[in-house]
């Protein structure tokens, strides 16, 4: 048998055990339950599909109550780092129940998978049967319907973007491009790409894609959510902070800087050497010399097929090595990149390079580096697959630099290397500043449990704190006494506390949310969530929520019999609210769709605004002489505290982080507050402060 004939028999076995495994394990685990990121997409196009309020998306605990609300088989929810739009590919299937959803998601995504399979094809000239190889493996695919994630969509939009680029379709494989950078930020980098191949009329059709990505977003989920998304969830992602920075089974770049260079208590109590001026100055330079060959070693008059190719192949692989929070699915991507390649790398090597090049594209996806890179003591040893991410791109490079290229072009190209030295300084001064005082708050940051993810919502006592912690199975009320931190044993979603000395209560979420006494005999109160106590135990204020939107209801709790009131009138969307001691409330909402702000709800009804736009958190001391708040500047929110004789108000943080939801001690001179500075987005943790 000739050594093609052998190729062909290998070619298929593989795929054939390949195609076996996925029917026989993946898909019918991911048949079985929603795992985990599906739900996240699910939930949030039904929220839209259902015309519910979706300002607050992308806040932890609300998003998780909705998800309780429906009855979602989840443990923990949360749309951070996803992109609204992207969600709307699963909005058809929204109005099933979420498993069934699921089983029609899987079922679009195999037959995707076939269009890829056609359209590569169609693309590269391969026989059909290495096309199938590649796909079958490629072990991301099955964690992609593992999770019911959404990559082979966007694998299936930049093929198709590519598959028209090729055929001279050049408006519309640069509308398909700026499709993908609503599904996913990165492709917004081809737009370099373009312009880099004086392509304007690929380049304008990605200008309008995106633009239309973007309005599409506004029109179903609000401007207030896509607010959120650009001002502050993106920032932090782009520098890798939007999930743990410090866990390496990332393997990215900036998660290794992290671990290197950053100290944060918790989670890297141990790095290399605590330089955070040196992340701000490696990341970007990193990043750059990682990406910039992609574009400057891309021909601008050269449009063969071949080069076409490499050059898409390069740009892909480049954005992917320099993602800051790559997940395993992430790599389906790779498919498109290897079919490209392959011809390529053929003939440049013969048999023996096909087969080292797939095996690093196969090794690129394999599950077993997390626990690989886990037992090594030292970070630069631990993410190996950042190291195979790496190396594929750099050939990628190597056969790129090897074609002939027009000299011509030298100066163009000394331009757009000029352009990247620009690029990276910006970046490092921006990095530098955004380091500035962003660690002042570990003096007084408290102790933190292991386990826990999150400190939400304080409630300062005497002697303890009361907060609600995201732990790895769901959010619980929790008690910190000095050191010692312990956890309610409930088996439902608790998701916010308030408390006197003798009594608490908690909101347990369900199909609806219930606020419990602590005191046995109290009847529970329906419909209620986010419990807040009058300073003389008499009153408890809640919300209660319609299609998202919440008002606040009193509860008299000397007078148990008497009916609750709403006191909020509908325009309002209220947020959170704190007690002054004659018992009129400071509330925060957003008026009319507005941004949030500050409003005083007296003791005859009547409301008016306190004047602080973009306000939130509020927090009355106990002698009712302080009010502290959260305001958003920058896209972060910052402490303020406001005299509430006077009128006057100072700020009291200034770091480039998220200081919110503070609680005064019973001394009214002590501010406990949940920051998440040196963390992730709004992972906070609990600090305590004494205001002079």
């Excluded at 993908?180 to 990165?186: H, W």
């Excluded at 410090?246 to 260079?261: D, E, G, P």
């Excluded at 989670?267 to 990341?283: D, K, M, Q, R, Y």
């Excluded at 292991?450 to 929790?478: C, E």
Aim: aromatic share 12%; proline share 6%.
């Amino acid at each position: 048998m000739s050594t093609v004939a052998w190729t062909m028999v290998v070619e298929w076995m593989l795929s054939t055990l390949m195609i076996a495994y996925f029917g026989g394990h993946t898909l019918p685990a991911a048949w079985k339950t929603l795992n985990t990121d599906f739900s996240n997409y699910y939930l949030t196009a039904r929220l839209a599909r259902e015309k519910n309020e979706t300002a607050r998306i992308y806040e932890w605990i609300w998003l998780q109550r909705q998800k309780d609300h429906r009855d979602i088989d989840q443990r923990i929810i949360s749309l951070v780092p996803i992109t609204p739009f992207s969600t709307l590919a699963v909005w058809p299937l929204a109005s099933l129940p979420p498993l069934a959803a699921k089983h029609r998601w899987l079922m679009l995504n195999i037959g995707m998978v076939a269009a890829i399979a056609v359209l590569l094809r169609s693309l590269t000239g391969l026989p059909l049967r290495r096309i199938i190889l590649v796909i079958a493996l490629s072990v991301p695919l099955n964690k992609n319907f593992l999770y019911g994630q959404y990559y082979v969509f966007l694998l299936l939009v930049l093929t198709l973007a590519c598959w028209c680029y090729a055929r001279q379709e050049r408006f519309l494989s640069g509308l398909l491009v700026g499709l993908g950078f609503g599904l996913k930020i990165f492709p917004i980098i081809f737009l370099g790409y373009f312009l880099r191949k004086r392509d304007f009329k690929a380049f304008t059709g990605g200008v309008v894609g995106a633009t239309g990505a973007v309005i599409a977003s506004i029109a179903v989920f609000g401007w207030q959510a896509n607010r959120v998304l650009f001002n502050q969830v993106l920032p932090w992602t782009l520098r890798g902070e939007g999930l743990d920075p410090y866990n390496l089974s990332s393997a990215s770049v900036a998660t290794l800087l992290h671990r290197l260079f950053i100290y944060e208590p918790q989670w890297n109590p141990s790095p290399f050497i605590h330089a955070p001026w040196l992340f701000a100055v490696l990341l970007p330079l990193a990043q750059t010399l990682l990406f910039a060959p992609a574009l400057l070693l891309t021909e601008p008059v050269d449009s063969s097929p071949e080069r076409m190719h490499l050059e898409w192949s390069a740009v892909m692989l480049g954005s992917l090595a320099i993602s800051t929070l790559p997940a395993g699915y992430h790599f389906t991507l790779l498919i498109l990149p290897v079919c490209l390649m392959w011809n390529a790398v053929e003939e440049r090597g013969g048999l023996a390079a096909i087969v080292a090049f797939l095996l690093l594209s196969t090794a690129i996806g394999y599950p077993g580096w997390k626990t690989i890179g886990a037992i090594s003591p030292w970070a630069l040893f631990s993410v190996p697959r950042l190291y195979l991410v790496v190396l594929l791109c750099f050939v990628a490079y190597w056969i790129l630099a090897r074609q002939k290229r027009d000299g011509k072009q030298r100066r163009e190209t000394w331009f757009w290397a000029g352009a990247f030295v620009l690029l990276i300084s910006l970046s490092i001064a921006l990095g530098l500043r955004h380091q500035g005082e962003l660690y002042a708050d570990y003096q007084w940051r408290l102790p933190t449990a292991a386990d826990m993810l999150q400190a939400n919502g304080p409630v300062a006592q005497s002697d303890t704190i009361l907060f609600t912690a995201m732990v790895p199975s769901r959010y619980r009320t929790a008690t910190q006494k000095d050191e010692a931190i312990s956890f309610d044993a409930s088996k439902v979603d608790q998701l916010a506390v308030a408390a006197t000395s003798v009594e608490r209560w908690t909101e347990v979420a369900g199909r609806e949310s219930a606020i419990v006494s602590s005191v046995p005999g109290r009847e529970k109160i329906p419909g209620a969530e986010s419990p807040v106590v009058s300073p003389n135990g008499k009153w408890l204020a809640y919300l209660r929520e319609e299609q998202g939107r919440a008002s606040i209801w009193l509860h008299a709790l000397d007078r148990p019999e008497s009916r609750d009131t709403g006191l909020t009138p509908p325009e309002f969307d209220a947020l959170e609210m704190s007690f002054l001691p004659n018992g009129s409330l400071i509330f925060s909402a957003e008026s009319n769709g507005g941004r949030p702000g500050l409003f005083l709800l007296d003791q005859t009804g009547t409301v008016r605004s306190l004047g602080s736009e973009e306000a939130r958190y509020p927090a009355i001391s106990p002698d009712g002489h302080w009010l502290a708040f959260s305001k958003l500047q920058s896209g972060n929110w910052h402490l303020w505290l406001r005299d509430l004789h006077n009128g006057q108000t100072s700020r009291l943080t200034h770091a480039d982080c998220n200081n919110v939801e503070p609680t005064w001690e019973p001394d009214s001179k002590t501010l406990v507050y949940a920051s998440d500075c040196g963390r992730a987005l709004w992972f906070t943790a609990l600090c305590r402060r004494h205001i002079p």
